[in-house]
């Protein structure tokens, strides 16, 4: 059975450093992985498709790496803001078992951007 | 952009009332969602849908039914609502048949509590 894992679950940074947020899942056979933000009591925001034949995605200050033979990504926020403070989730999307087109979710790292 | 909306941002209802949560898509999405989310057990797929009338049983149906009448609604029903479906609801919908390229957008969710 897929599962995602998140590590840390809190992380507290100074505004302006470089930061790595890391998700690890146990099963190679995917087709794509999504990060996610989501905001206190808010859905969440797509920020990132991984598909299963990249290596990694850029937006802006984020970039997002995937290695599906070892079952990492790592989401990567250049010059953190206080405006970054949120939860960060990733998902992958398995290609066996489960429901169809469903997302295995980890349970996040808070990120927390001091002034 | 993808717009998905759900009909309550925050919602209280007795144990045992009938509870309807309804959430549309405007980007003729296939596949639709439910899932539920909690502290510390992170997202959980109650439902999904892809087609219209179509519908499959995640990880967490019980106590939950559906229904997809029109291709870009999609209501999850509490029968007989109990506190312990006090949670938030997040429903998402995903292009589908797309393989990697399948990604899945969120609504602002609905905060539901039963007394």
């Known amino acids: 059975k897929q599962e995602v894992t998140q590590i840390p679950a809190a992380l507290s940074v100074p505004e302006g450093e470089n930061l790595v947020l890391n998700c690890s899942f146990t099963?190679?056979?995917?087709?794509?992985l999504q990060w996610f933000r989501q905001d206190p009591g808010k859905g969440l925001t797509s920020l990132l498709l991984?598909?299963?034949?990249?290596r990694e995605q850029t937006s802006g200050r984020l970039n997002a790496s995937l290695d599906k033979s070892s079952g990492r990504s790592t989401l990567y926020i250049a010059a953190s803001q206080p405006g970054d403070s949120a939860t960060y989730l990733c998902?992958?999307?398995?290609?066996?078992?489960?429901?169809?087109?469903?997302?295995?979710f980890g349970k996040g790292t808070k990120l927390s951007v001091k002034p | 952009d993808v717009k998905v909306t759900q009909s309550s941002r925050y919602l209280v209802k007795r144990t045992g009332e009938k509870v309807f949560l309804e959430c549309v898509q405007d980007?003729?999405?296939?596949?639709m969602f439910w899932y539920r989310q909690d502290p510390g057990l992170g997202l959980r797929l109650i439902y999904f849908?892809?087609?219209?009338?179509?519908?499959e049983k995640g990880d967490i149906p019980e106590g939950y039914s559906v229904s997809r009448e029109k291709k870009e609604r999609f209501s999850l029903i509490l029968e007989s609502a109990s506190t312990n479906q006090t949670s938030m609801y997040l429903c998402?919908?995903?292009?589908?048949?797309?393989?990697?390229?399948?990604?899945?957008?969120f609504g602002p969710g609905t905060r539901l509590t039963v007394l």
């Open positions: 980007m003729d999405h296939e596949n």
């Open positions: 991984i598909q299963s034949s990249q």
């Open positions: 998902a992958v999307r398995p290609r066996y078992g489960g429901s169809q087109g469903n997302l295995i």
């Open positions: 849908s892809y087609d219209v009338k179509m519908k």
């Open positions: 998402a919908s995903s292009p589908g048949g797309q393989g990697s390229l399948d990604e899945q957008f």
């Open positions: 099963d190679s056979a995917i087709y794509n």
